[in-house]
């Protein structure tokens, strides 16, 4: 199954895809978009592009594991994708992703302009791996 992730954000929405296979998150690009629903139907378009089966998007959890704001409007935007396509909309945590894209990216000596345009597409990554990982443990 191909599955598209979505590390939304204000400015910059990074995604991910995986293949048939789902063995393995690839990071495909960062959109950058501020209006929700333009950001929405550029996602959906993505998706029907890739042959997506399934679509995920990260959920900013607290610490904690509560709720806030930010999963609240993830929540909000993931139901704004289920009403535009027919493709499955669920929810992946993603406490911690970003720390863990930034941690990558130093490792591999990304700096600069490079760094700020593929951070949160390495960060949807590491939310489809999570994903993967999670279903591979089912």
């Known amino acids: 199954m191909i599955i598209l992730s979505v590390d939304l ?3 910059r929405t990074g995604l991910a895809v995986c293949d048939k296979t789902m063995f393995l998150a690839s990071p495909i690009g960062v959109i950058e978009e501020w209006n929700r629903e333009k950001l929405a139907q550029r996602v959906v378009e993505t998706a ?7 679509i995920v998007v990260g959920l900013p959890k607290n610490m904690d594991g509560t ?3 930010s999963a609240k409007g993830a929540r ?9 396509c027919p493709i499955p ?3 992946q945590d993603e406490r911690c ?5 930034h941690r990558y990216m ?3 000596n990304v700096r600069g302009k490079k760094r700020k345009q593929s951070v949160d597409a390495e960060a949807a990554a590491i939310i489809l791996q999570s994903y993967l990982e999670r279903l591979k443990n089912k």
């Open 9 to 11: 954000g204000k400015a």
């Open 48 to 54: 029907q592009e890739r042959k997506a089966e399934l």
């Open 67 to 69: 709720e806030g704001d």
């Open 76 to 84: 909000e935007f993931a139901d704004m994708i289920g009403k535009l």
């Open 89 to 91: 909309v669920e929810m």
């Open 97 to 101: 992703t970003t720390m863990i894209a």
């Open 106 to 108: 130093n490792d591999n």
